[in-house]
């Protein structure tokens, strides 16, 4: 089992930046493959991006690329998303996940095992 917390939250006017952090405890970390999700009000989860085990490898939404960036620090047990030039429509709450091995792609999150509860992130125009 690996139980996930995300934080870093809150709110932040348009163009701003946030930093959410997603801390691991249970089964080993370092060997998980960890994705960012995010449910707006009235819509389906959607990917923003994922990191291999390593760090060595990450993918993102095109929606947040070249803003959103995905790092990991496995000596803390912590995966971060860097949020820079926020937009009104990146309002959401944001989940960390991780997964050890699955057929799914990235981006499917059925494909992932665990989650943590999330964190809200609002951006005001």
């Known amino acids: 089992q690996v139980q996930l917390v995300e934080s870093g939250g809150g709110l932040v006017q348009a163009g701003g930046s946030l930093r959410l952090s997603c801390t691991a405890s249970g089964r080993t970390f370092s060997s998980a493959t960890m994705g960012w999700f995010r449910q707006a009000p009235g819509k389906e989860r959607e990917f923003a991006g994922a990191?291999?085990?390593?760090?060595?490898?990450?993918s993102y939404a095109d929606s947040v690329k070249g803003r959103f960036t995905i790092s990991r620090d496995n000596a803390k047990n912590t995966v971060y998303l860097q949020m820079n030039s926020l937009k009104p429509e990146d309002t959401a709450v944001y989940y960390c996940?991780?997964?050890?091995?699955?057929?799914?792609?990235?981006?499917?999150?059925?494909?992932?095992?665990?989650w943590g509860q999330g964190t809200q992130v609002t951006v005001s125009s």
């Open positions: 990191i291999n085990w390593s760090g060595s490898s990450t």
């Open positions: 996940a991780g997964r050890y091995s699955s057929i799914r792609s990235l981006d499917s999150p059925i494909g992932y095992a665990y």
